[in-house]
Nanobody, 116 residues
Framework: QVQLVESGGGLVQAGGSLRLSCTAS????????IGWYRQAPGKQRELVAN???????NYADSVKGRFTISRDNAKNTVYLQMSSLQPEDTAVYYC??????????WGQGTQVTVSS
């Protein structure tokens, strides 16, 4: 069982920044993909950004140029640096890990609220 511990959400004004962190209780060698999804009220959960094995990063079009995903292998932690936040970024953000054994794990979610 993989545990994902998230932190860093909160309330910020439009144009502000936040950094989310997610620490995984699994060897990095067992991780195929690690990243962040978000779900706004009344909407489906969507990919924000992820890092695929080999270091390739993917971003949703809506966050390109504003968000940066990075990974600290020594700490088994993935970060999401969010800048130029807008009210439409308001959502619960979930850390996600897909393992090399094709198992899928989610964090508990952290609320990000951007006020206008």
């Amino acid at each position: 069982q993989v545990q994902l511990v998230e932190s860093g959400g909160g309330l910020v004004q439009a144009g502000g920044s936040l950094r989310l962190s997610c620490t995984a209780s699994v060897s990095r060698f067992s991780i195929n993909t690690i990243g962040w999804y978000r779900q706004a009220p009344g909407k489906q959960r969507e990919l924000v950004a992820n890092i695929v094995s080999g270091g390739i990063t993917n971003y949703a079009d809506s966050v390109k140029g504003r968000f940066t995903i990075s990974r600290d292998n020594a700490k088994n932690t993935v970060y999401l640096q969010m800048s130029s936040l807008q009210p439409e970024d308001t959502a619960v953000y979930y850390c996600n890990v897909k393992t090399t054994k094709l198992l899928n794990f989610w964090g508990q979610g952290t609320q990000v609220t951007v006020s206008s």
